[in-house]
């Protein structure tokens, strides 16, 4: 509807303006009478006439502006579309007055508003003229046959000035130069455009017959329906003065169009939408590729679809499934175990799978997983990762066979891991990794309970120097996120996010419970990690049900150590260095944070992530992948 609307108006206007240029009267000027389409005089009002064809009346004369000259008009005849101007400075009977200004045959093109043309006497077709008169000064007589001698009346008139003193002047009207013909003493002074000079030898005739000619006149001819528009016209005027000359044709295409647009119009749609979603993904595919290209120096294996399909028998022992897509067990040809993640559809442009190759793919660590090789085809992208016998920490933590499975001191042992992995990502590597997703579900198990960090989908690469990333959004698992990530007044989103993560990991193994219970008995228990900090603070213990006090100590110890790295501004935690040391203590008296654990805002901060931990569908369908937006590390001031 709004394209037929907008037709119409079109074709208002444009039948306006044709009938405003039909009702143009017609305007004179001296001897020239009856000046209409496509002429008009500066005066005429702008919608008669074309832009093209303007004249000037001065002093009773109709003027031509043409190039760098002033040509008087002398007729116009629209029966066969041609002008006929004068030079004003060459008068007719004296033959001393010469042309004012310089003009010839080079100057026109096909592309201008004229052609040199002059109706023949039959009047029956037009004949190109291209023959120029050029005035020649030399410094010593000529004797050729080319060469005319205008010496005898050249000076002394009222036109331009040819000859100077102790000069010869002569007269070419070959209508070009050749190399031949040039004379070394000799010099251009004008040249100017006569017609045919008869059907005799232009060479043999006389200056005075030259001079007749000029003082006639040269024909222009024009053609507006054939003719290119001139160069400066500008854009608009162009386009306005094509679909005037080429209406009929424009009506053709435009009712073409409507027709088409009616008949195609649903199926072109739908192959547009197919083509932008296709461009969609091939350039999340060339973006993989390109990444792949850079980073040639890559450890892990790149497979085939056809690799990962037999490797995992036709996906046939489904591991698990999340936000990210599905994990199946697989075996290599050498008997090797794998785990093949098989990621979903990406939200970043393909980030999180450059993300876990570009960091898993450059480093080696006891406590980090092994990325053994990837696949990249089409839209199917995989991950193919050591197989971890014992699983994610999570089965450990929360199911009643973990406590049966995993003492207190084995549990110490893997909080150490997981430190000394997430120690190694911000300090023993060439950029520092942020991993941004540390959580139960994310450290996998081996067979001798030895924890690797995993899943790098949220990470990102900074320099080592002190550093703080710009995010657009934040990133991570609720229940994990560190304050600073939500409150941007209270600190800089740095490696503290991931320490703070590290600290409610810890709390849970120490605890063996999740630290957000909303259906706690206790209000005060529903966040149990500022409930652990009221109870030290108040010197307190806590019954966790353990009978040793070797594993009492090592609990609080657990606790404590959580307590630091989870203090809500990221100034007051402490690196993973410094909390690797403090795990490493052989002493269990550490000392308890300055101040007691408290939230800003923690009542309003208590009940979001109650409501949230309350809420299985978001952590379950997340998996940790629920913010993929660009971040930008930047020198920390």
């Known amino acids: 509807m709004p394209l037929r609307f907008l037709i119409l108006i079109f074709f208002f206007h444009f039948h306006n303006c044709i009938a405003q240029t039909n009702q143009c009267s017609p305007s004179s000027c001296g001897k020239i009478h009856n000046i209409r389409h496509p002429f008009r005089l500066k005066s005429d009002p702008k919608n008669c006439g074309d832009k093209r064809y303007v004249l000037s009346c001065e002093n009773n004369l109709t ?171 500008g854009l608009w005027e162009r386009i306005w003065d094509s679909i005037r000359t080429y209406r009929f044709l424009v009506l053709f295409i435009i009712g073409a169009v409507i027709v088409g647009r009616t008949i195609l119009g649903t199926p072109c749609v739908y192959i547009f939408l197919i083509y932008k979603w296709r461009r969609r993904h091939l350039s999340m595919y060339d973006r993989i590729e390109e990444f792949l290209q850079s980073y040639n120096n890559l450890i892990p294996i790149r497979y085939s679809y056809s690799d990962i399909k037999k490797m995992t028998r036709g996906f046939r022992d489904k591991l698990g499934e999340g936000g990210y897509g599905s994990v199946y067990k697989g075996k290599l040809r050498s008997g090797h175990l794998v785990a093949v993640k098989i990621l979903g559809t990406s939200k970043g442009n393909g980030q999180d799978f450059i993300n876990e190759v570009a960091t898993i793919g450059r480093i080696h660590h006891v406590n980090v ?139 849970e193994m120490a605890s063996r419970r999740k630290n957000v219970n909303s259906a706690a008995e206790n209000s005060s228990q529903v966040h149990f990690p500022s409930w652990v900090s009221n109870q030290f603070s108040e010197g307190l213990d806590i019954d966790l049900g353990v009978e040793t006090e070797e594993a009492s100590k090592i609990i609080k110890k657990m606790m404590i150590v959580a307590l630091w790295c989870i203090q809500f501004k990221p100034l007051d935690r402490p690196s993973m260095s410094k909390v690797v040391e403090m795990l490493e203590e052989n002493s269990v008296s550490i000392e308890m944070p300055p101040t007691k654990f408290s939230f800003y805002l923690q009542e309003e901060l208590v009940e979001d992530l109650g409501e949230y931990s309350s809420s299985s569908a978001w952590s379950s369908t997340q998996s940790g992948n629920s913010y993929s937006d660009t971040s930008l590390c930047q020198n920390a001031t």
């Open 369 to 507: 997983v092994r990325l053994i090789g990837f696949c990249v085809e089409g839209s199917k992208r995989a991950l193919v990762y050591d197989f971890m016998t014992n699983g994610s920490l999570d089965t450990h933590i929360f199911s009643k066979e973990g406590i049966d499975s995993l003492s207190c001191k084995k549990m110490f042992e893997i909080s150490l891991g997981v430190a000394r992995g997430i120690e190694y990502l911000h300090r023993g590597c060439e950029m520092q990794i942020l991993h941004f997703d540390i959580k139960p579900h994310n450290i996998l198990l081996d067979e001798n309970f030895v924890p690797k960090v995993s899943d790098f989908g949220l990470a990102r690469l900074c320099p080592l120097d002190d550093n703080i990333v710009s995010l657009t959004a934040a990133r991570g698992t609720l229940g994990y996120i560190a304050p600073e990530l939500f409150y941007k007044n209270i600190g800089g989103v740095s490696y503290k996010a991931d320490v703070y993560s590290f600290g409610m990991l810890l709390m």
């Open 63 to 233: 003027i031509l502006y043409l190039f760098s000259g002033r040509y008087q008009v002398e007729a116009i005849h629209y029966n066969n579309q041609t002008i006929r101007v004068v030079d004003p400075g060459v008068q007719k009977g004296n033959c001393s007055s010469l042309p004012l200004f310089s003009l010839s045959g080079y100057n026109f093109s096909t592309y201008g508003s004229y052609m040199l043309h002059q109706w023949n006497q039959e009047g029956t077709q037009y004949v190109v003229l291209s023959k120029t008169v050029i005035f020649m000064s030399c410094e010593k007589p000529v004797k050729s046959h080319v060469y005319i001698d205008a010496g005898s009346c050249s000076n002394g008139g009222s036109g331009g000035t040819l000859s100077q003193p102790k000069r010869h002047s002569y007269v070419l009207v070959n209508g070009s130069l050749s190399v031949s013909d040039m004379v070394d003493s000799c010099g251009v002074e004008v040249m100017a455009l006569v017609p045919e000079l008869g059907k005799n030898d232009s060479n043999a005739s006389s200056f005075m017959d030259i001079h007749d000619e000029l003082a006639n006149g040269f024909e222009l001819s024009w053609s507006p329906g054939t003719t290119p528009l001139p160069i400066q016209l």
